[in-house]
């Protein structure tokens, strides 16, 4: 339960701040740490990375996800002003 919440409270935020033009990085940069996020997810699926730490890195991962996500919504044009 920790994990997912942390993932979707920093998923949130970073989609509000982007969202509201608070917080953006260059696509290719949010896409290579997605990436990197899911990368790091797989391994330590096998082997466990960060233990009793997941939940924070679970944060982490939502921050960079929450920013691709208001990154490809703001490319779309939702949210702009009219």
């Given at each position: 339960?920790?994990?997912?919440?942390?993932?979707?409270?920093?998923?949130?935020?970073?989609?509000?701040?982007?969202?509201?033009?608070?917080?953006?990085?260059?696509?290719?940069?949010?896409?290579?740490?997605?990436?990197?996020?899911?990368?790091?997810?797989?391994?330590?699926a096998l082997w466990p990375l960060f233990a009793r730490r997941e939940a924070w890195v679970a944060l982490g991962f939502g921050l960079i996800h929450g920013l691709g996500f208001a990154s490809a919504l703001r490319e779309l044009g939702v949210g702009a002003a009219g």
């Open positions: 339960m920790k994990i997912v919440s942390g993932f979707t409270v920093g998923h949130s935020l970073t989609l509000l701040l982007g969202a509201l033009g608070f917080a953006a990085l260059g696509s290719r940069l949010i896409e290579s740490l997605i990436a990197l996020s899911i990368a790091v997810s797989a391994l330590h």
